[in-house]
């Protein structure tokens, strides 16, 4: 690396007052001008915090020892007025959520173009043309309807678009990009990586990228840096320290990767050779679309009726998976929605054991509710933060009046023991859980009710490779124990190829191409399928790494 990285971090430490240990505990990081640097680590590692501390935006308390140097400044010495001046204007943000980082009420070309006009870089009109440039340049089509949209109104993959758009337009001379693609499809998510590839590529720009899939990292990075604890555990060429890890979490990172995830899982209590995929249920179908379409028709003139799902036809059978997959605004969560009857068709039928959900009244509905569950993307925001553990597992059966007391306390450890959930978790509140806990919760509390039916939404894409592995195979433990049917949506084709048994592949809200899992994603037959095959990080450039252990403890 240089001897004058643009950012150099030796011994950088945070903590909170009242907290048990450190966030950060000893972090040595070197970024030279022009690279692309990944921070690697599991989930609690610190890499968020590290990101935070860089850009000067730790909250009131913090304690921050060590030192960070950038471009020969001192950040660790600077006031809060000069870390507002390098912010965005020289040292920028790309946050992991884009539905949280962006300002909700207002317009997109307002938001991109606030940089400027903060730093006094531009006046009204030209912000406003530049901010077209930048949306254009960020592979937004219509760059000028864009911007005058809002970011409900946009799918993800756009929002994390615009949110490249918003960071570079000052153009910074680093850009810190926390997990800038955990969210997308694989098409979106290689768009993305390849406007932030376009930060560095001649300009002289500096990129660190925050991922826990050193799959990506090898793609995109040119050096990685490992965090566990708080602290820096290993470091070097990406492809040198991914081939020849050192450190057990470099190589747990390793063997959890995405592309190196490709057999079918089982259950660890099926006696099957392992990667052998079972037979698809041969029962009825529990759930069944009938050439199902939905046209949301916005407000206001300016925008046109959004077809989101055209003539879908799909099934699921007891004891059987059907992955959706398709990139970001390509209908799946519609169709979870169709599932659930939360939207109700513009066209064809919804039936679930043969009954047409849109006719259910009354205690109909109610059994319905009961027999189809969902199971959150982000197991966090999907919980109470003042509820309990074992108190939110309960609410569907006080919600339902389904049990009294001293049934909804078996029912809840029950629900708790078929995911693995300690006793001792079930009295603690979100914020004192893992994201592995919070993700078990979540599911305890759908299967609490013993339903027939789980609608997964990208249930493990928030957790880091290694707990992202441990709950799919809960995932279809439980399935081989109940005999559930799931519809399991994700951008993960790796996470797919792992649970599935069927495929259906989404665009623009039409079926391209559906049948047997195996055939689907390692055979695709429409040109569609095979990109998003093709756009997996590490498909392309993976190198062949060591088979590592990776541990199986709890979350």
Known sequence: MSPEPLLRIRGLTVSYPGAERAILTGVDLDAPAGATVAVLGPSGAGKS?????????????????????????????????????????????????????????????????????????????????????????????????VAARYPHNLSGGMRQRALVACALAAEPRLVLADEPTSAVDAVSQAGVLDDLASVTTGTGRTLILVTHDIGLAIERADWGVVLDQGRTVESGPIRRLAAAAQHPVTRALVAAAPHSRTARLRPRTDPAPSGTAREPAETGQLLRLERVSVVYRPTGRRFEPVRAVVEVDAHVRRGETLGVVGESGAGKSTLAALALRLVPPTAGRVLFDDADLAGLRGSALRAFRRRAQLVFQDAYAALNPQMTAGTAIAEPLRALRLANRAERAIRVREAADLVGLPASTLDRRPRELSGGECQRVVLARALVLRPDLLICDEPASALDAAMQAQVLQLLVDVQA????????????????????????VLRHGRVVEQGVAADVLERPAHAYTRALVEATPGHRTAPKLPVHHVPTGGM
């Not at 124990?481 to 799931?486: A, K, N």
């Open 481 to 504: 124990e109940l005999d559930l049917g799931y519809l399991f949506i994700s951008h993960d084709l790796a996470a797919v190829r792992q649970v599935a048994d069927r495929v259906l």
């Open 49 to 145: 915090t590290l990101v935070v501390a860089i850009a000067g935006l730790l909250p009131a308390g913090a304690r921050v020892g060590g030192e960070m140097w950038f471009d020969g400044v001192a950040l660790h010495r600077l006031d809060e007025g000069a870390r507002r001046r390098l912010r965005g204007r020289h040292i920028a943000t790309i946050p992991q959520d884009p539905a949280v980082a962006l300002n909700p009420v207002l317009p997109i070309g307002v938001q991109v173009a606030e940089a400027l006009l903060i730093h006094g870089m531009a006046g009204r009109q030209q912000a406003a043309r530049r901010a077209l440039e930048l949306l254009r340049s960020a592979g937004l089509p219509d760059p000028e309807t």
